[in-house]
T-cell receptor, first 109, second 118 residues
């Protein structure tokens, strides 16, 4: 079966750095996406990785290792507004998005 | 940027009535739109894939006669919840796939519609 694993919840301090991991087992791979979802709102697109390596976009970076079936989202200089759920999703061989359950990130002052 | 709108944002209805939710891609054409449902504290669950000009593809366990989907144009898809019941109360989110070339096609989400059935 297809499976996306990410931690249920993480806590970090304002100004710090946090890494949210995602491991996947899917039938085929056509890219990995990270989305941010604030409570009661729809997800918003953060990043896309299809090749191994690190993609940096401002305070957020996303890393992919296809051989390990592993990705992480790195958030730097954390702000209170970064408190949200972070969803990892993989596009499989049928170009369907398979969603992880999301990681709830709690930022403390 | 790619903008997707949904209407209404929230709706409260009586049990047995039907509710129509619209999803529009405002600044791009979307041959494919997706409808998701999300219960509190749970992840997104894909309900159906809507392709312009053809019948929607429903996920296992989703009743196609209850959740009617129409994708009449490249910028509009509608979801109608027929004979809604309290267990249909949920957050319904649509997304539109923006064609950027191959596997990098990104889904952009609408703001969601919160449905409460009394």
């Amino acid at each position: 079966g297809q499976n996306i694993d990410q931690p249920t919840e993480m806590t970090a301090t304002e100004g710090a750095i946090v890494q949210i991991n995602c491991t996947y087992q899917t039938s085929g791979f056509n890219g990995l996406f990270w989305y941010q979802q604030h409570a009661g709102e729809a997800p918003t697109f953060l990043s896309y990785n299809v090749l191994d390596g690190l993609e940096e976009k401002g305070r957020f970076s996303s890393f992919l290792s296809r051989s390990k079936g592993y990705s992480y989202l790195l958030l730097k200089e954390l702000q209170m507004k970064d408190s949200a759920s972070y969803l990892c999703a993989v596009k499989d061989s049928n170009y369907q998005l398979i969603w992880g359950a999301g990681t709830k990130l709690i930022i403390k002052p | 940027g790619a903008v997707v709108s949904q209407h209404p944002s929230w709706v409260i209805c009586k049990s047995g009535t039907s509710v129509k939710i619209e999803c529009r891609s405002l600044d791009f054409q979307a041959t494919t739109m997706f409808w998701y449902r999300q219960f509190p504290k749970q992840s997104l669950m894909l309900m159906a894939t809507s392709n312009e000009g053809s019948k929607a593809t429903y996920e296992q366990g989703v009743e196609k006669d209850k959740f009617l989907i129409n994708h009449a144009s490249l910028t509009l898809s509608t979801l109608t919840v027929t004979s809604a019941h309290p267990e249909d109360s949920s957050f319904y989110i649509c997304s539109a796939r923006r064609v950027e070339g191959g596997a990098s096609d990104t889904q952009y989400f609408g703001p969601g519609t919160r449905l409460t059935v009394l």
